[in-house]
Each structure stands twice: as C-alpha cells, then as structure tokens.
C-alpha cells in the first residue's frame, strides 16, 4: 500500500482543511516525517491509520480524542485518503462521532460517525464495518499488523532510544506486537518442559526394561547385554541388541522346535514298543496259566486215572470175593 494523498479537516492540531501530498516523495517506499514536537507529525500516522482502519496508530489515543480543540463548530472533523495497491487506486473517508454545529437553529448535534470506501472501478462502499472488511481484504493486514510493519510513531522510538535493555525489549514487544510471539514463547517453554518431564519418564521407563534384559554368560551378546544394563548404551543401540537377542532366540526356538518333534517321533516309537512288550508279557502270562491249568488238569487226571484203576483192582477183588461166597 502505497499513500498517495491525504487531506484531514478538524484533526488533532490541524485546525482547518490539510492536504498532504505523498505522491511529490517519490515512489522509494521509505519516508521520514520529521518537525518540532507538537508540530503534528504523529497526526499524520494517525490520520493514514484512522482512515484504513477506524483507529488512530498509537494505543493511547482514543477515537473520541481526534477531533481538533481548535476547530470551529462550522468545521468537519473528517479524514480522506486516497492509496494505491497493486496499481489500482483507492479513496476512503472516514469521520468520528463529535458534536458539530446544528444546521438547523442554534446549538450543537451529534454527528454520528460513517466511512465510505471508492473503488478503482468507481464502486462505493459505505457502512463503517464495510469498509473495514474491505480495506482488510485489499491490503491483506489488520491494524496492528500495518502499524507494525509500515510506521514507528514518535512517541515510542523515543521511549526506545532512552530506556534500559529490559525496558527496550518490552517497548520493542509493544512497537512491533510481538506480545502474541512472547506468549508463544512461553507456551513452547511450557510444553518443553512438559515434554521434557515425559521424555525423562519414558527413560526411566526404558531403564526398567532394560533391567530386565537377561541372557546366559554363554551367549555371545552377553557382554553388550551388560553394557546396556548399566546405561551405556543408547536407545537405537539396545533396539539392535534386542533385535539380535530375539533373532537369536527365534533360531534357538526353531531348533529347540525340531528337536522336540524328533524327540517326540522317538518317544511315539518307544510308547509302541512298550505296548507291544505289554501284550507280549500279557500273552506270556495268559500262557503260563494256561500251562499251569493244563498242568494242574493232567495230574488231576492221572489222579483220577489211578483212582480208577484202584477202582477196577477193587471191583475185581470184590468180584473175586462175591464168587467164593457160599451160594
């Protein structure tokens, strides 16, 4: 945004109509306003605020306090600013509420406060939130944006030649509008410390698991199992140590696996061989009884084959005898 004139009427010292000239500087971007003080050049920067945005461009100034004291009833307190952006040429008007002359009678009235905004393709824009919006959207910054960026009033680049380092910096934090990144900085500091909170938990947390990191003397890690145990080791180091240990014990499973199966087959063998043997010794016992029942039975029955015989003997005889009885 570049001014190109300004004309303000009853504003601040400026008693009567003041018409500026800006586009007699040259278009170098940079100007330098300079007089007595008192002599209203932090008018100017107020007058190219107000007529933007609705406010003056220093915080101590109030809108109500731009009306000039030394101004006649008869005259309009009122500002008109006529701007480039990208080539394109713009004119607002705005006024404040002050008391001004009845044109009706005797006395005073309120005049309310308006703006209007002309645009380059002679569109008139009137409503003092409008026209805020607008010139927003045109220039693409808010106030305090623009009085950061495109002027230094009077007021606070002479507090800031005089004042200590630590006042300084709270004068730059005010001129420039950094209170937003002074909060920011903080926040981060908080959250900094917070982070800071959680990353030496989450050490302590690793801590304890690496406490619990165990493998035999025989292991070939065991040496750098050690080192990690005692804290000399960083988190990316311990991660490959893991790593290798699972790797290891994925292949120790593996085998440990296949000797289990093999294991198994020959267990599967022996329980056969032990049934087998089981029926083996269960037949054998059936046999031997089946022996010894076959034993007991032939003496039982020579016994009874003898006793027959004795019996035969005993028949005879009784025969013998039956037949030397007298008849």
């Given at each position: 945004m570049r001014p190109l004139k300004l004309k303000i009427s009853a504003f601040g010292p400026y008693a009567k109509v003041t018409e500026f000239d800006f586009e007699k500087l040259g278009t170098g971007g940079l100007y330098l306003i300079t007089g007595d003080t008192g002599a209203g050049k932090t008018t100017i920067f107020d007058a190219i605020t107000y007529a933007l945005y609705g406010n003056p461009s220093g915080n101590n100034r109030e809108v109500s306090m731009l009306r000039s004291k030394y101004a006649d009833d008869s005259t309009p307190t009122e500002v008109e600013l006529v701007f480039s952006y990208r080539d394109k040429v713009y004119t607002v008007k705005r006024n404040p509420e002050y008391e001004r002359e009845s044109k009706r009678g005797h006395g005073t009235t309120k005049q309310i406060a308006d703006a209007e905004l002309i645009c380059p393709d002679g569109k008139r824009i009137t409503k003092i939130k409008d026209v805020d919006n607008a010139v927003k959207d045109i220039i693409g910054i808010d106030r305090d944006q623009f009085c950061q960026i495109a002027m230094i009033a009077q007021g606070d680049?002479?507090?800031?030649?005089?004042?200590?380092?630590?006042?300084?910096?709270?004068?730059?934090?005010?001129?420039?509008?950094?209170?937003?990144?002074?909060?920011?900085?903080?926040?981060?500091?908080?959250?900094?410390?917070a982070l800071a909170d959680e990353?030496?938990?989450?050490?302590?947390?690793?801590?304890?698991?690496?406490?619990?990191?165990?493998?035999?003397?025989?292991n070939a890690e065991h040496v750098e199992v050690e080192r990690a145990r005692?804290?000399?080791?960083?988190?990316?180091?311990?991660?490959?140590?893991?790593e290798r240990l699972i790797e290891g014990d994925t292949n120790t499973e593996k085998q440990v696996s296949v000797q289990k199966n093999s294991l198994q087959i020959e267990l599967d063998s022996v329980k056969m061989k032990i049934a087998k043997a089981r029926d083996v010794i269960s037949a054998k016992q059936d046999l031997d009884k089946n022996e010894a029942d076959t034993s007991a039975e032939t003496e039982n029955q020579e016994m009874l084959a003898e006793r027959l015989e004795a019996d035969k003997t005993k028949q005879s005889d009784i025969k013998s005898l039956r037949e030397k009885l007298p008849k």
């Open positions: 680049f002479l507090k800031l030649l005089l004042a200590p380092t630590k006042d300084r910096m709270e004068i730059f934090r005010h001129i420039f509008k950094t209170e937003r990144y002074q909060a920011l900085q903080e926040r981060l500091k908080k959250e900094l410390g990353c030496d938990g989450l050490r302590k947390s690793i801590a304890q698991y690496v406490s619990g990191i165990a493998c035999s003397e025989e005692r804290g000399d080791m960083d988190c990316e180091g311990i991660l490959r140590l893991l």
